[in-house]
Structure formats: C-alpha cells, structure tokens
C-alpha cells in the first residue's frame, strides 16, 4: 500500500505525556475476522485540529512510544472542521497489512509531533467460528485480561516514571561528575596560581627592598641635584638682570642707529641735491665759457673787420665808479668801433652794456636752485646805440652793428 510507504512522524513521549481525549474511537468490535479489511471510525473533538502529517496505527497493547506501531494510515484532513458531519472520520486498513496473531491490539491517533491524541479499546483478531465461544466462554477472562492490562499499563507507567527519574537521576549525577572535574581542574589551576603568586610575592618583596635602597640612593641624588638647582637659579636670575639690561642697551643703541640713520639719510639727501646743484653749475659754467668764446671770436672778427689790431687794445676794468648818472662803463675790450665815423658818431665811446637775464635750462627740477642762487647769462648789447638783443639773436645783432658802420 503507498499510503505506507513513507515513515509516519513518531517521538519517544512517554504516556503520561498523551492526550486521549481529543480523538474518540467509535464502534471498535472486540474482535476482526483475520483476512478482512477493518474500518476505523473516529471523531475529532473541538478542541483539536488535525494537520496534514497525522496518521492512525495499530499498537500491540502494552505499547510505551509511537515508534512501537504495528502499521498505519495517513488520516485525511476535512474540508470544514467546525462542522458536525466533516468531524465524523474513518479510515480503512487493508487486510494484507493487519496483524495474523491473536494479541490484543488497539487504534491510536498519533499527531505529526508524534503526540497520541487518543486510543480505541483493545480488539483481537480471531477466527469467525470461534468468536462466539470466546464471547461466552472467555467473558469472565476478558474481565480479568483488562484488570489484569490495567495492573500492568500502572506498573509501567510507574517504571515509566522511575526510568524517568533514573534518567533524571543519572543527568544529575553526570552533571556533578562533569561538575567535580570542572572543580578538580579549578582547583588545580588556582593551586598552580598560588604558586606562582607565591614567587612573585618572593620577587616583589625582594624588588622591594632593592627599591627601597634605590630610593635611598635617589634621596641622596635629589639633596645633590636640589643644591645644584639652587645655584643654577641664582645663575639664572644674574643672567635674566644681564639680559634686560643688555636688551634696554640694545633699545638705546637701536633708538641711536636710528637717529643716526635719519641723519645719514638727511645728509645723503642733501649731498644729493648739492650734486645735482654742482652739476647744474657746471653746465651753466661750461654754458658761459662756451658763449664766452663765441663773444671773444665774434669781437676778434668784427676787429680785423674794421682793420683794428685785438692785441694792440688797452683792457679796460669796468668799475662801479665810472658809471655816473647817464653813462656806461667802458668795455673790457674796448670800443672796436672807437676809430671810424667819429664825428658822425659821438655816442661811440659809450661802454658796451651787459645784463642778466635768467637761462633756460633742459630740466625744470633744476628751477628753484637757479632762483636762489640768481645765475644770470650776458645779453647783447649794440656798442652804438645801446639796443640789447638775446643771445639767441646773435645773427641780428650783427646786422645791426653792420648797419652802422654802413
């Protein structure tokens, strides 16, 4: 039968441990004629819900776990659990599988957790032409049978609960054993820490007392150290009072440079503007030679123009004395023109005039200085009729001189 096949969930639950109330067998015959199928019907309570792994076997009375089953069918699961009809339930054994001996046996509902959830009363398989005789004649013994199953199903539910006790008795005893050996092992161990705590308390009494001449020692290092500490403050403190009064000297050496660089800065400033005032002078001075010269060759010219010998000249100072009221000083070379027309021309003798007039110069930073110091270049002047010209109109100047003498 493949309803067989599978092994059905079983457990090791002792009976005290079963719920036969919540399944109830119903019209289970006193005995089934061997060579038949037998039916089974049950109810399920409403305190129970059947799943999908339940299954009913067949026990030999005298049974005490689940796996002790003869054989078994898997139980159907009903379509509506509340109601009355879907918990009217049965199940079929065929006869190939059911028991060929005469033993007492009975239906049990054993859950997919392996929990009976209840059990039928005890039936026989037996001949058909022997059930009656054994209905009439074995009544009493029947009676006696169950008496007799009920003196035993107590007596192994009270070995039941002494091997329970037993094993109970034995975990304890394996627990204390496992317990000792634990303790034994502790105990050791704490033994092997005494003894060693014991030479390191020998070492620390003896790091001790080597500690203890050390710090002797130090002591007597600390006395040397604080008297050196004391002489190297007091060298300390000198040396602070030398440094501030190295630094106030520094500060007044500083304020010092410092005066002595504005000063140096002054100075160069000034030398610098004198330079550039030399400079200017120079120039002026290079400036006045040069019209000098040029004064000196137009004058040698205009003479040997007029057949007058330079050299032959007597140089005339020019002085303030000479210079009255509507005259002129003399010339300092003379009057080149002194020896012609002089009846014509009676002004001839009057001096040749010079005045000054500020120069123009290249760089006007040079402006301020020249003002100062009041530098003044020679202008023309006719040796006739006195008219000045600039000294940039030197080429008029000599036409007019020339006309003069024309």
Not at 191 to 207: F, I, P
Not at 215 to 235: A, N, R, V
Not at 327 to 347: C, D, F, K, R
Not at 378 to 384: A, Q, R, T, W, Y
Request: aromatic share 10%; hydrophobic share 30%.
């Amino acid at each position: 039968m493949e309803d067989t096949l599978e092994d059905p969930p079983t457990s090791a639950v002792l009976l005290d441990h079963c719920h036969f109330s919540q399944v109830i067998f119903n019209n289970v015959e006193k005995f089934y004629v061997p060579g038949g199928d037998v039916t089974c019907y049950y109810t399920l309570t409403d305190h129970f819900i059947p799943r999908r792994k339940d299954w009913i076997g067949i026990f030999r009375v005298g049974w005490k776990t689940t796996r002790e089953y003869y054989t078994f069918m898997w139980v159907a699961l009903p379509t509506d659990v509340k109601s009355e009809l879907t918990k009217q339930q049965e199940v079929q054994f065929k006869a190939y599988y059911l028991p060929k001996d005469d033993e007492y046996y009975q239906f049990c509902y054993v859950d997919q957790d392996g929990v009976v959830r209840g059990a039928s009363i005890p039936f026989q398989f037996c001949p058909e032409n022997e059930e009656d005789i054994l209905v009439v004649t074995t009544q009493e013994e029947l009676e006696t049978l169950k008496s007799i199953n009920k003196k035993l199903e107590q007596k192994v539910k009270e070995q039941d609960s002494r091997e329970a006790e037993l094993l109970q008795l034995k975990e304890q005893n394996q627990k204390i054993s496992s317990e000792n050996k634990k303790m034994k092992v502790r105990v050791d161990q704490l033994q092997a820490q005494l003894s060693t705590q014991e030479k390191e308390m020998e070492k620390l009494v003896q790091g001790n007392q080597d500690k203890t001449e050390q710090l002797e020692h130090l002591k007597k290092e600390y006395g040397k150290l604080f008297l050196s500490l004391t002489e190297q403050w007091e060298c300390q403190k000198t040396l602070k009072q030398t440094v501030e009064e190295l630094k106030q000297k520094e500060a007044t050496a500083t304020k010092k440079q410092q005066e002595l660089t504005d000063q140096n800065f002054d100075l160069s400033k000034r030398l610098s503007e004198n330079k550039i005032i030399c400079d200017v002078l120079q120039k002026e001075k290079q400036n006045l030679e040069g019209e000098n010269d040029i004064l000196k060759r137009e004058n040698s010219r205009m003479m040997s123009y007029m057949g007058l010998d330079f050299d032959s000249l007597p140089y005339q100072v020019p002085t303030s004395e000479q210079g009255g009221a509507g005259q002129s000083p003399g010339l300092v070379y003379g009057n080149p023109y002194s020896g012609i027309q002089e009846s014509s021309a009676p002004s001839l003798l009057s001096n040749r005039k010079w005045r000054t007039c500020p120069s123009d110069y290249a760089d006007d930073i040079f402006d301020h200085t020249m003002e100062e110091l009041h530098i003044q270049t020679p202008s023309l002047n006719c040796p006739i009729c006195g008219k000045s010209f600039s000294a940039k109109e030197k080429q008029i100047f000599e036409d007019h001189v020339f006309c003069h003498s024309l």
